[in-house]
């Protein structure tokens, strides 16, 4: 049997090492894929949890405003109530 | 006239590191007690906040109880079931290690603060028998003066 010329022996080498290199860069961009996709989830939970803050926030202003506006009407009513009244 | 670090024995400095991650550093000081926790991101996720907080209890279990240090001020977004947790679960299994004083350092923003006192409103109506009430709770502006107080 013949040998394979050396070009052959010489080529097969370098796709051997082109194919690992290939791996080896296959696994880094998964990694870091990896460490972005995490990134990216961190990032949307503290948005949302941002969202929640604002959304409490504006729950207790409202609420807070409702009130004072009770509060208000109450004292009005008092007002034209204690000025309708015999003393 | 009143000297900066006038107690040696408390300064920041003299705290020793106990752990170390992107999201915390946990630091104590033996002779006087104290954990002190800093956060160092604008969010920790509850995985990293639960992890850096069973680091805290060990030191606790370990007799390092007298006060905890909570500076907060690189958060920019209070997580609510976190914060939850913190409160009801985390500072009550302290409290039974004899954890009672609570030193915390919030971000300057005042809508920040605002926040964090409507959150922390909302669970203590929630859970009307948590043990806040019994623990002694200090918000300081800088960590000398949580330290000092």
């Known amino acids: ?87 | 006239m009143k000297q900066p670090n006038s107690n040696p024995q408390s300064s920041v400095a003299q705290f020793k590191d106990h752990f170390d991650s992107r999201f915390a550093r946990i630091a104590y000081h033996e002779n006087t007690k104290t954990v002190l926790c800093e956060l160092r991101a604008e969010y920790v996720p509850i995985e990293h906040f639960k992890d850096t907080f069973y680091r805290i209890s060990e030191l606790v279990k370990n007799g390092i109880n007298e006060k905890f240090i909570f500076d907060k001020r690189a958060l920019r977004a209070f997580h609510q079931p976190s914060m939850e947790w913190y409160f009801i679960v985390w500072k009550k299994e302290m409290y039974q290690y004899g954890l009672h004083r609570h030193r915390k350092i919030l971000p300057q923003e005042p809508w920040f603060r605002k926040s964090v006192e409507i959150a922390r409103k909302q669970i203590v109506q929630t859970y009307p028998d948590s043990i806040i009430d019994k623990l002694d709770i200090q918000y300081c502006e800088t960590l000398e003066d949580a330290i000092a107080s």
Not at chain 1, 62 to 71: I, P, Q
Request: cysteine-free; hydrophobic content about 35%; glycine content about 2%.
């Open chain 1, 1 to 87: 049997m013949k040998t394979p010329p050396e070009a052959y022996l010489i080529f097969k080498e370098e796709l051997k090492k082109a194919a690992l290199e290939k791996e080896k860069l296959r696994k880094e961009y998964e990694s870091r894929f990896e460490v972005m996709n995490t990134e990216l989830l961190y990032l949307k939970e503290q948005i949302l949890a941002q969202q929640q803050m604002m959304k409490t926030t504006i729950t207790y202003a409202t609420r807070l405003e409702d009130e004072l506006s009770t509060l208000q009407k109450k004292i009005h009513q008092d007002l034209v109530q204690t000025k309708g009244s015999f003393h």
